[in-house]
């Protein structure tokens, strides 16, 4: 059986299911464990979750996973570490909107500093998540509901 701790981390990271249908489930090695793009992207975060320090940095970690996963794992690292430094980069608006605050880079420079809704009333930060302009990552479509609707 696996480590409570890891038990929990993967749960937050929604890959405990596929992790047990592994052959040999937690312990099964990496190497041995074929697994699509989104499941290694919730093994990674998985992996962060039980490791996590004073400070969290994802990279784009949502990239790989469909809209409504990508919530429930925003959801877990805003309820799971919310006595900690979350630092998300991340090419979605959603995601965006989720954060206390967003630092918008514009060739690595920082242009603002400002909660999304703020900065959503530039049209330069809204246009970053229009299909025209889809950052490393994104799916096709994904940024167009939100131009044309609420941040």
Known sequence: PPDARLAEAARAARADGFIRRLPGGYDTPLADAPMSGGELQRMGLARAFAHAGRVLILDDATSSLDTVTEMEITDAVLTRFAGITRL?????????????????????????????TTLWRNPDYRAVFTTENPGPGSEAGEGSEHVAGTP
């Open 88 to 116: 998300i980069i991340a090419h979605r608006a959603s995601t965006a909107a989720r954060a206390d605050l967003v630092a918008w880079l514009d060739g690595g420079r920082l242009r603002a500093l400002a909660p999304h």
